[in-house]
């Protein structure tokens, strides 16, 4: 149920809460609010005008883009950009870090971004949820000096925040500064978000697994032993199945209605298709704040020291108890070996 409180509002914080309105980090988050908006007001109008469909090239990934990724991906570079508050930023949609020189031009900008600008965004042309995925760094080299791909490179344990705007059957932006997750839905017509998911948590014993089962054959035996056992009748079970094939839709409805949602390695996916830096880092911020817990199969998500921008990473999040079960699985077989 929406509140009054209006995300304006909590950023200024409330008695005892984490003041940063006027600090950088406030400021930062209100300017991924405000690309947000703008990001929002566009998708909406996409089956209205010619913006829907791909531009004909590929990004990075080889992934088909859609014009609406371009738009999406200018939007919160623009935005970011002019603040003096961001040094850097890796982008899906870029192949190379984004440096940001700061309006004196000497680099004092102490923060870096990464972000998928516009995941899942194969799904447009069908009218099903989207997102903007992102997180939230300190640089680790020197102010002053040119940001570094080391500053990308860290472990998503340093993210000082993390979060996305699911563009659904309403916009909402979820994130998290490291004390709990609290989600806020856009009132488009004043172009306000406010608090409707105050302290989320992921529900304990969840009955929901989330795969793309059209992968089946080509997963390791421990995945196909765990996914087995979600279908089997016997106590709990079998688990419903849920898949959008959108990663925000799917996290978002993991941590409201529980369950467990992922991507493994597969034999043409040998590190699955998730990006670590920009997909698996900020969403595993968010599902460990609500209570639950984010793997790889084998380590914890934000303990992984990244090696590329780009490198992928299986990914295991949900409630914990249900992640528990499939590394168990994934370990029984490997030990079978
Ligand atoms: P598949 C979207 O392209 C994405 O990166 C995630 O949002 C989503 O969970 C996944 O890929 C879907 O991939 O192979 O199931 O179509």
Request: hydrophobic share 35%.
């Amino acid at each position: 149920m929406a509140t009054s409180v209006t995300l304006g509002e909590f950023l200024l914080g409330r008695p005892g809460d984490f003041q940063y309105e006027n600090t950088e980090l406030g400021r930062l988050l209100n300017a991924i609010r405000l690309a947000g908006k703008v990001v929002s007001h566009e998708i909406r109008r996409a089956g209205l005008v010619d913006i829907t469909g791909t531009i004909g090239s590929t990004n990075i990934q080889g992934e088909e883009q859609q014009k609406l990724d371009i738009f999406a991906n200018e939007a919160f570079i623009n935005t970011l950009t002019n603040r003096d508050i961001v040094c850097g930023i890796v982008s899906e949609e870029n192949e190379e870090p984004i440096e940001i020189r700061g309006s004196d031009n000497r680099n004092r900008n102490k923060y870096v971004v990464v972000m998928d600008p516009l995941d899942g965004s194969s799904n447009i042309d069908v009218n099903i949820t989207v997102g903007t995925i992102f997180g939230i760094y300190h640089r680790v080299s020197p102010i002053g000096t040119p940001v570094t791909t080391e500053d990308f490179l860290q472990s998503g344990n340093n993210q000082v925040a993390a979060g996305f705007i699911a563009y659904g059957t309403s916009t909402m932006m979820v994130y998290t500064t490291g004390n709990g997750v609290n989600g806020f839905t856009l009132n488009p017509a004043i172009g306000t978000y406010y608090l409707s998911h105050p302290n989320i948590e992921i529900p304990k014993k969840g009955n929901i697994y989330s795969v793309n089962e059209g992968g089946y054959v080509h997963f390791p035996q421990g995945v196909k032993n765990y996914i087995k056992y979600c279908q089997r009748e016997e106590e709990d079970r079998p688990y419903r199945a849920r898949y959008v094939g959108s990663m925000v839709a799917d996290v978002w409805r993991t941590m409201l209605q529980g369950g467990i949602y992922f991507y493994p390695e597969s034999t043409g996916k040998p590190h699955g298709k998730l990006r670590l830096l920009y997909e698996c880092n900020p969403l595993a911020f968010l599902v460990e704040q609500a209570g639950g817990q984010a793997t790889n199969g084998y380590e914890r998500i934000l303990d992984i020291k990244p090696t590329d921008i780009h490198q992928r990473m299986p990914f295991f999040g949900g409630e914990g108890e249900m992640v528990e079960k499939a590394m168990q699985f994934i370990a029984e077989a490997d030990g079978g070996e």
